[in-house]
């Protein structure tokens, strides 16, 4: 899955400055290798007044705060096992390949994709089957709905969230695209 524009945007602007950054070191550090007495610096025209300098910092500090919260908020989304003793902290793509494996099983399903989600503390999310020609949606989508919610409450010993089967009957032509 593509990060979200606002990730890909903060990311540029942190690497952009951290560029700039860089370069401007070394310029400085490449003239004094050469004894030269040159500094970008002094063309930066930043203000000679300490105050406005520490306000000029404390807001680059908090921009690329905000930044790298932008760049990293987009983790890998988790979920609680629980357990008797505790539980256990584990990424929702496994469960989601077991969840769209469990959804496959049924006989009319060619293939099947499932996004799954954490909304209140249970699992819950979205099941993409794509199911043989001729098969009928609604009821392929009936048939599939238990055995999704069933392996969600293997998976999480309790009810699941808001379940939503996705049905999408291919045509012949379409086949050898979503065959295993």
Known sequence: MAA?????????VLLLAGGVVALLFAMRLVAAAFGCDFSPFPYLYLPQDPGLVALL?????????LLVWL???H??????LRHEGGGVLVPIAPLQKLVAQAAARHPEVVRAEAELRVTGGRLG???RVYGRPLADPARLAAEVEPLVVRR???IAGADPAAVKVKPRIL????LKRYLP
């Open 57 to 65: 910092l404390v807001a680059a500090v908090v921009v690329t705060g």
């Open 152 to 154: 969600l409450f293997v």
């Open 75 to 80: 983790g890998e989304a988790t979920f609680w």
């Open 125 to 127: 999310g979205v099941v």
């Open 71 to 73: 760049v990293l908020r």
């Open 4 to 12: 979200p524009a606002s990730t890909r945007y903060a990311t540029f």
């Open 171 to 174: 045509r012949v032509p379409e």
